[in-house]
């Protein structure tokens, strides 16, 4: 206590085992909290089995064989001496003589400590002899010279410097391009990532805060935050595109080719952060979104299907409030209230007891009772019924595939349910709240809170029930503590990768989790990048990143780098269709100038415009498949309205070493702004300036649920607009950029707890649908030897 150390002292019963002991040292290795750990047991306990479980950098009596190798090895960068071994060095050398070439009669001193003894007086130039001597009266002498205590203090000024920012030492995994450029999978599996344990150690991830999911994906601990938060934040870059075809345009490779031309190529740390790829899109139409050629995260497939679960725990909680719903409104329908409420606060051992979810309950109706028995009849029915409205139940169950036979359903139809029979429908599992929460929060403590918040629904007196009102916003907290961990990856060339949330940008808000943001801002450095992608076109992803992320992250972006293509700026020009599955028309094969040059015109403008709306540089990148004149074409037009353009090509990674230059050029982060007026006015403001109508037109129910809305006080959150991502308008069909439209509002839903509005614009659904000819026909496993083909 003197020196400023919190001492625990764990005893343990004098017959303890072995195993005992190893286990108790086991969870003292694993508790971030404990620093050092000395072993005041027994000499028949201290077993070679029991030293060696210790954590070397935890063992500040320096007597596991790893500590002790290093000592006799002359490697004292690393763990610790016995502390008596240092303090007698210590008083030694406090003499006015040189030590060098003086003879020193070791006496007694057997085992680690005469070892220790014996190789540090030999390091200082002396000569050992030894000899064996019973006497005790020494031997204790000597230990209070408290070397144990200096010992503690030396790790503990360790540990601290340990806690500061760690410089990188990334080492790159070299590439070895062919042509013609094999299949994406192909190149993928051609390349052995590296440990992820040894990628987070070059990028100065703590053992402690790592928590592997096998060899190539881990967990980084939110521990990590608090570690670095004195640390500068990096640069912070935008990924958008123009409005793609239906084949994708190539952000995702962009964004990963941006980070491997920065680390591998200039030696700047950098930080790829992208969302995880939902089952939907790589079994129906688009594939995977591991990003292609030479730009990929590795491994491909382990990207691209379940990784560590996070889209499924976010099915079971969701699915678990559309579980509860049912059985609640089930449960009020057969039940008194003195049924219920017994049922609800259940007779334990006698005794009644509220839970702390049922007393934060009782506190919003206004009841500050916590005494079950104290409530009166009218209060035990408020408390006991939410009195759910069935025909404005807003919550739906999800499940992870595009399945559009689930987009209306009817349950409650077995005899058990008693005529509980209601219309409701599935959403696809990234359009889900909770998904929106993970990608949003900023804390384990943010997201349970607004897991809490969550409006499930109605009840027939017009007040909104909440998750908490459930009673499952606790049990939801639970399912999703894991998945509020991003997970590390890596590219093709080693650098590491954020991989966290994936809400679609049509159907929700397209972008990344902030907390992967935050801490790879923090792990970059000052002078490091980190890429993060927005879904779909700049008018989708990119506008919500600004109007919804920065407004939760309070980030800010230094620039954007906008994405397009010669295929998409031909089809905005003028070209004709572009379908999934299908051939190209001829006039995306051969070369045509005046296509190119009117998509450059129309929606390439338009999108740079919409960026300049939040005082952001833009940076276009052409994404090349074919090399042709209309590069060059697309450069001379680039340059009449933009100030800076590069080319990428993702069969040749050094391309994108221009697009680093080109990023140099901004240093200074922009502030946007996030203006307070009504619901209908901020919709109104995104479809003028973003999307280009002339105006919007509410359904009679739009209309109803933002009046309802602005009651509940909801009117200050920001705007979500479901909308079809192949369009500025609400029309898909309609390339370019569209005006004299105007945009019909269908719908209007509140996610509360995610923290905004979304306006469902037109046809837009939230579950998607497959197509003819699905991704999953090219989609096969060799079980010989387990590997997969047809993933893209």
């Known amino acids: ?92 050398e406090k003499h006015d003589t040189s030590l060098e070439g003086k003879t020193v009669l070791l006496v007694g001193g057997e085992g680690s400590l005469g070892v220790a003894l014996q190789c540090l007086i030999e390091r200082r130039g002396m000569v050992v002899f030894k000899s064996h001597w019973s006497s005790k009266s020494l031997q204790r002498q000597v230990c209070l010279c408290g070397g144990t205590g200096v010992n503690v203090v030396h790790n503990c000024s360790r540990w601290f410097q340990e806690q500061q920012y760690r410089p990188w030492h990334l080492r790159s995994l070299k590439l070895q391009p062919l042509t013609p450029v094999p299949s994406d999978i192909e190149i993928s599996r051609a390349q052995t990532p590296k440990p992820v344990d040894q990628l987070a150690a070059e990028i100065g991830v703590l053992p402690e805060e790592l928590e592997a999911y096998g060899r190539s994906k881990a967990k980084v601990q939110l521990s990590l935050l608090d570690r670095l938060h004195t640390q500068p934040d990096g640069k912070y870059v935008l990924v958008a595109g123009i409005t793609p075809t239906p084949l994708g345009e190539g952000k995702s490779t962009v964004t990963i080719g941006l980070v491997q031309a920065l680390s591998a190529h200039l030696k700047l740390n950098s930080f790829a952060c992208l969302r995880q790829p939902s ?73 009644r007891r509220f839970s702390p979810i049922q007393i934060s309950r009782l506190n919003r109706l206004g009841i500050n009772k916590t005494d079950p028995a104290s409530l009166t009849p009218q209060e035990v029915s408020t408390f006991v019924r ?14 992870d595939t595009n399945d559009r036979f689930l987009r209306k359903i009817t349950v409650g139809q077995a005899s058990t349910e008693k005529g509980m029979i209601r219309e409701t429908g599935f959403d696809i599992a990234v359009a889900s709240e909770i998904m929106a929460i993970l990608a949003l929060a900023d804390s384990l403590e943010d997201m349970k809170n607004r897991l809490a918040r969550m409006v499930v629904g109605t ?37 590491p990768v954020f991989v966290h949330a994936g809400p679609f940008a049509n159907i929700a808000h397209g972008n990344s989790s902030v907390l992967a943001d935050k801490l790879a801002l923090k792990l970059v450095g000052r002078n490091g990048f980190v890429v993060t992608e927005a879904g779909f076109g700049a008018d989708i992803g990119m506008e919500k990143f600004f109007n919804i992320k920065c407004r939760a992250s309070g980030l800010r972006p230094n620039v954007v780098v906008l994405v397009a293509t010669v295929r998409a700026l031909k089809m905005h020009g003028g070209g004709p269709n572009v379908s999934a599955g299908a051939p190209l028309p001829r006039e995306y094969i051969d070369e045509n100038l005046s296509l190119v040059a009117g998509g450059c015109r129309s929606n390439l403008r338009k999108q740079i415009q919409i960026a300049h709306l939040f005082g952001v540089p833009v940076v276009v990148a052409l994404n090349v498949f074919n090399p042709t004149i209309e590069v060059k074409l697309f450069n001379l037009l680039s340059v009449a309205f933009i100030n800076l353009y590069c080319i990428f090509s993702k069969s040749n990674f050094l391309d994108s070493v221009p697009l680093t230059g080109a990023l140099m050029c901004f240093h200074l982060s922009v502030s946007p702004s996030f203006p307070q007026m009504p619901i209908v006015e901020k919709i ?98 060799d079980p010989v030897t387990e590997e997969i083909t047809g993933l893209f």
Not at 41 to 56: F, G, W, Y
Not at 464 to 472: H, K, Q, S
Request: net charge negative; proline share 7%.
């Open 1 to 92: 206590a003197q020196i400023g150390l919190n001492i625990t002292q764990i005893c343990l019963a004098k017959e303890c085992s072995e195993d005992e002991i190893v286990e108790e040292v086991l969870k003292l290795n694993e508790d971030p909290r404990v620093h050092g750990v000395y072993l005041h047991l027994p000499p028949a306990s201290l077993t070679s089995r029991v030293l060696n479980t210790l954590k070397p950098e935890k063992d500040v009596d320096g007597i596991s064989d790893l500590n002790m190798g290093r000592l006799v090895r002359g490697d004292l960068s690393k763990g610790f001496v016995p502390p008596i071994a240092n303090a007698v060095l210590d008083l030694l």
């Open 386 to 399: 939410l009195d759910l409205d069935p025909s404005k139940i807003t919550w739906q169950r999800v499940v």
């Open 684 to 781: 109104r403001t995104i479809a003028q300036k973003v999307y280009g109508a002339d105006d919007i037109e509410l359904s009679p129910e739009a209309e109803a649920k933002i009046d309802y809305y602005n009651q509940q006080g909801y009117g200050s959150l920001p705007i979500c607009m479901a909308k079809t991502h192949l369009s500025l308008s609400h029309m898909p069909d309609k390339k370019g950029a569209p005006t004299g439209f105007t945009l019909p509002i269908r719908d209007v839903r509140a996610s509360i707890g995610a923290g905004f509005i979304f306006p469902l614009v037109g046809t837009m659904s939230t579950m998607p649908g497959l197509p003819t000819r699905p991704c999953f026909y090219d989609i096969d496993l």
């Open 279 to 351: 089952q939907g899109p790589t079994f129906g139409v688009k594939g995977g979104a591991a990003g292609g050629g030479y730009a990929q995260v590795i491994p491909m497939e382990e990207f691209n299907l379940h990784l560590t679960g996070d889209i499924h725990a976010i099915t079971a909680a969701n699915n678990l409030v559309a579980a509860a719903i049912d059985a609640r409104m089930l449960h009020e329908a057969t039940q008194s209230d003195k049924a219920l409420f017994n049922r609800l606060v259940p007779s334990v051992n006698g005794v």
């Open 459 to 495: 009840s027939r007196s017009g007040q909104p029930i909440t998750a908490e009102d459930l009673g499952v916003s606790g049990a939801l907290a639970v399912l999703m503590k894991d998945a509020i961990k991003p997970t590390m990856m890596q590219t093709l060339e080693g650098t």
